[in-house]
């Protein structure tokens, strides 16, 4: 008789790759929870289990960035350094070339998602406004962001569980990671020029459903302060002080202002992506519990396929990273890491969050792009982003073997 566990976590994980579970409204978040509720229920995660399997560091830093994202929306940062690249507009490809640098940038220290979650709106009403084609800028912010999110323990919620877990130096990460996270951005930015070339431009410009979404101007103080707050995190990062306890800090502090509320902050925390994390921690220790992930490490290991080693961990991380979408994929394979071999944590970083590209429920950062522009009725495909999706993650995941196999070498060399 098939385990109760591994028939809540097929489901819940299942539905969350679909996206939806059919004759329910339910989305990933409400799947995921469900699936929390389920394992808590079923006597499979006692309640007092279920607060402690949640990484309570890994959603705090989440929760801390957040608000310094918040804080820079508000202060209205994003929406100055979109406006302020549209006087080159009329040189698409320098346009694009500027807006991935920025989304590969930011990414690397504010977390993908919420780069995603503030720059589309403003990209997708721009873009119509000029009459530009959205779609090799939307599917360039996308890319970029996830690629660029890759360089830096904090850049996206994976890379904060891995760096976390694996309690990884932040310096040695991004010297680790940056590397081929340019090269992987330089290949990304080449195959959009040439999949869109004659394409950039729509027929003529068009006006949006939403002509004042309500953005805010630049406030120089507001927008200073979340700068300067985000270069002392940085900074903090380099320091033995634990990460979560710094951006907590740096966090409060901002929440201390004279002129901007505090609910108008809290307000653009994402609480449905820090759900999301909170439900599948539960529901991946339900099946943990239950030695499932370690039977079926074994069962591969029999086939060959030991996570040990680096050039298999890449297309295992890549796999589940487009089975499941790269953050549940993550939750699954760190524990099955050798804390002593960081390598196996850098590959893993690189590997699940350049697989995000694959496909569209490859990350979160995709999903929230599509939606995104949905709202100014500009639809993007399954079809349409696996055509630059496909070549840019297996261009990204060669630069990472490559790597490898050169790590590889003058090991043997040195040996």
Same mark, same amino acid.
């Given at each position: 008789?098939?385990?109760?566990?591994?028939?809540?976590?097929?489901?819940?994980?299942?539905?969350?790759?679909?996206?939806?579970?059919?004759?329910?409204?339910?989305? =990933?978040?409400?799947?995921?929870?469900?699936?929390?509720?389920?394992?808590?229920?079923?006597?499979? !995660?006692?309640?007092?289990?279920?607060?402690?399997? $949640?990484?309570?560091?890994?959603?705090?830093?989440?929760?801390?960035?957040?608000?310094?994202?918040?804080?820079? =929306?508000?202060?209205?940062?994003?929406?100055? !350094?979109?406006?302020?690249?549209?006087?080159?507009?009329?040189?698409?490809?320098?346009?694009?070339?500027?807006?991935?640098?920025?989304?590969?940038?930011?990414?690397?220290?504010?977390?993908?998602?919420? !780069?995603?979650?503030?720059?589309?709106?403003?990209?997708?009403?721009?873009?119509?406004?000029?009459?530009?084609?959205?779609?090799?800028?939307?599917?360039? %912010?996308?890319?970029?962001?996830?690629?660029?999110?890759?360089?830096?323990?904090?850049?996206?919620?994976?890379?904060?569980?891995?760096?976390?877990?694996?309690?990884?130096?932040?310096?040695?990460?991004?010297?680790?990671?940056?590397?081929?996270?340019?090269?992987?951005?330089?290949?990304?930015?080449?195959?959009?020029?040439?999949?869109?070339?004659?394409?950039?431009?729509?027929?003529?410009?068009?006006?949006?459903?939403?002509?004042?979404?309500?953005?805010?101007?630049?406030?120089?103080?507001?927008?200073?302060?979340?700068?300067?707050?985000?270069?002392?995190?940085?900074?903090?990062?380099?320091?033995?002080?634990?990460?979560?306890?710094?951006?907590?800090?740096?966090?409060?502090?901002?929440?201390? *202002?004279?002129?901007?509320?505090?609910?108008?902050?809290?307000?653009?925390?994402?609480?449905?992506?820090?759900?999301?994390?909170?439900?599948?921690?539960?529901?991946?220790?339900?099946?943990?519990?239950?030695?499932?992930?370690?039977?079926?490490?074994?069962?591969?290991?029999?086939?060959?396929?030991?996570?040990?080693?680096?050039?298999?961990?890449?297309?295992?991380?890549?796999?589940?990273?487009?089975?499941?979408?790269?953050?549940?994929?993550?939750?699954?394979?760190?524990?099955?890491?050798?804390?002593?071999?960081?390598?196996?944590?850098?590959?893993?970083? %690189?590997?699940?969050?350049?697989?995000?590209?694959?496909?569209? $429920?490859?990350?979160?950062?995709?999903?929230?792009?599509?939606?995104?522009?949905?709202?100014?009725?500009?639809? $993007? *495909?399954?079809?349409?982003?696996?055509?630059?999706?496909?070549?840019?993650?297996?261009?990204?995941?060669?630069?990472?073997?490559?790597?490898?196999?050169?790590?590889?070498?003058?090991? %043997?060399?040195?040996?």
């Amino acid at each position: 008789m098939p385990d109760l566990a591994l028939i809540i976590f097929i489901i819940t994980y299942f539905g969350v790759a679909l996206g939806r579970i059919p004759g329910l409204m339910l989305d =990933r978040t409400g799947i995921a929870l469900l699936g929390a509720i389920a394992m808590i229920a079923c006597g499979i !995660v006692p309640l007092t289990e279920a607060m402690t399997a $949640i990484d309570l560091p890994t959603i705090i830093l989440l929760y801390s960035l957040m608000v310094l994202s918040a804080q820079l =929306r508000l202060g209205g940062f994003y929406t100055w !350094v979109i406006n302020s690249t549209t006087g080159i507009l009329d040189h698409p490809r320098l346009f694009l070339l500027t807006s991935m640098l920025t989304a590969a940038l930011l990414s690397a220290l504010l977390a993908n998602d919420i !780069v995603c979650l503030a720059f589309t709106p403003v990209l997708c009403l721009v873009l119509l406004k000029k009459g530009l084609n959205p779609l090799p800028f939307l599917l360039g %912010l996308a890319a970029a962001s996830n690629i660029g999110s890759a360089a830096t323990i904090i850049g996206n919620p994976q890379n904060m569980l891995i760096g976390q877990v694996g309690q990884l130096h932040f310096g040695s990460f991004l010297l680790w990671c940056g590397p081929p996270t340019l090269i992987a951005l330089a290949g990304a930015y080449g195959i959009l020029c040439r999949t869109y070339t004659g394409r950039f431009a729509i027929a003529t410009a068009r006006q949006t459903a939403e002509q004042t979404p309500g953005w805010p101007e630049l406030d120089r103080w507001q927008s200073g302060k979340g700068l300067l707050a985000m270069l002392a995190l940085v900074g903090l990062f380099f320091t033995p002080i634990p990460r979560e306890l710094s951006a907590i800090t740096v966090a409060g502090i901002l929440l201390c *202002s004279r002129k901007m509320h505090s609910r108008r902050i809290m307000e653009l925390v994402d609480w449905h992506l820090i759900t999301l994390f909170c439900a599948l921690f539960i529901v991946v220790h339900g099946i943990t519990s239950r030695e499932i992930p370690r039977l079926l490490m074994e069962a591969m290991a029999g086939q060959g396929l030991t996570i040990t080693n680096l050039f298999a961990l890449t297309g295992i991380s890549t796999l589940m990273s487009n089975l499941v979408s790269n953050v549940p994929a993550a939750m699954l394979l760190v524990k099955f890491l050798d804390p002593g071999v960081p390598e196996q944590w850098y590959v893993l970083a %690189l590997s699940s969050t350049f697989a995000g590209n694959l496909v569209i $429920i490859g990350s979160i950062a995709n999903l929230i792009v599509i939606e995104q522009a949905r709202k100014f009725q500009i639809e $993007i *495909s399954f079809k349409e982003h696996a055509r630059v999706g496909i070549p840019i993650t297996l261009f990204s995941l060669l630069i990472l073997v490559l790597l490898v196999y050169l790590r590889y070498s003058l090991m %043997l060399l040195q040996g």
